[in-house]
């Protein structure tokens, strides 16, 4: 949520930056590099977006509406404001550069 960015004053991403993917035990697996970011509202995410995101081509969209939705609305419920169709959703797609091997 593009809000977010600017709440915490955080930059957005650009494209050519690079991150470490950590599990939860902050162990490196993966590196990636951002190849794109677009700030689209959130009744404009398209199904090919949504499907790069949540890794499926069964419902996408409807599964990222859903999965996205639940999770703003109860963010902002601790400010007591409501996500409307229109909010600013930052979409950053990526390249992965280097994987751990196993």
Request: glycine share 4%.
């Amino acid at each position: 949520m593009y809000s977010l960015y600017k709440q915490y004053n955080v930059d957005l991403p650009k494209v050519g930056n690079k991150q470490i993917i950590t599990n939860f035990n902050g162990k490196a697996k993966a590196i990636i590099v951002t190849k794109s970011v677009e700030t689209i509202p959130f009744n404009e995410i398209s199904k090919n977006y949504a499907e790069l995101d949540m890794g499926t081509d069964i419902e996408p969209l409807k599964k990222w509406k859903k999965a996205h939705w639940n999770f703003f609305e109860n963010f902002m419920k601790e400010s007591g404001r409501k996500p409307t169709e229109y909010i600013l959703i930052v979409c950053e797609r990526f390249k992965t550069i280097w994987t751990i091997k196993y």
